[in-house]
């Protein structure tokens, strides 16, 4: 089954205390990316992966990490976390090539810092 | 980077049709429109996609005007299933694209 995974589902932890959300696809597709979700600011997005290897910031990366290893994987990191950063994060994946553009989004990550 | 605008919320009844209008005045000439849905404590969902004139599937048609400067997405006989948020995204055709979504029109379907 073609599918976005994340883990874990859900996260407590405390300020400061480095953690990495991970995410992985099996659809074999290119662009990866990472989006936070914020009451009444709707889905930002943090960073994309054109390709293994190749990140760059989207609308919010301030206090983020991301890094492309493997085309599958793309790991979230957030080296020191802040209350701030407590949200629901969702990665997505989609083939960049033609017109199958459409973005498939994981199950989320509800983090809560404190 | 194109920017899209749509109404925070409508209501509806059951059996009646929704149609959500998204602004994207700066749209690029390689971007298409895409439409996505969303239900509490889920990631959105993709619905439709186009780049010109009307698009229609088995859930939903959207229109695009001559100019591309909106797009409606239309909903027919909605049931109280389809209550959710959608969000209209614009871009993504060029590599290196960063996407933004706009911040949705929360659609609650009554009886």
């Known amino acids: 089954e073609a599918q976005v995974t994340q883990n874990p589902r859900y996260l407590i932890t405390v300020t400061g205390k480095k953690l990495t959300v991970t995410c992985s696809q099996n659809?074999?597709?290119?662009?990866m990316s990472w989006y936070r979700q914020d009451p009444g600011l709707g889905l930002r997005q943090i960073y994309y992966?054109?390709?293994?290897?190749?990140?760059d910031k989207g609308d919010v990366p301030e206090g983020y990490k991301v890094s492309r290893k493997e085309k599958r994987n793309f790991p979230l990191i957030l080296e020191s976390p802040s209350p701030n950063q407590t949200s629901l994060y969702f990665c997505?994946?989609?083939?960049?090539?033609?017109?199958?553009?459409?973005?498939?989004f994981g199950p989320g990550t509800r983090l809560l810092v404190l | 980077l194109a920017k899209t605008t749509q109404p925070i919320s409508m209501d509806s009844y059951e059996g009646q049709e929704v149609n959500i209008t998204c602004s994207h005045n700066n749209i690029a000439t390689n971007d298409y429109i895409t439409w996505y849905q969303q239900f509490p404590s889920q990631g959105p969902r993709f619905i439709i996609q186009g780049y010109k004139t009307k698009v229609t599937n088995e859930v939903a048609s959207l229109f695009i005007p001559a100019d591309r400067k909106s797009s409606t997405l239309s909903l027919p006989r909605v049931s109280l299933s389809d209550t959710a948020v959608y969000y209209c995204l614009v871009g993504f055709k060029a590599a290196g694209n960063k996407l933004t979504f706009g911040g949705g029109t929360r659609v609650l379907v009554k009886p």
């Open positions: 659809m074999n597709h290119e662009y």
């Open positions: 992966s054109m390709n293994v290897e190749v990140t």
């Open positions: 997505a994946s989609s083939m960049t090539s033609g017109r199958d553009e459409t973005q498939y």
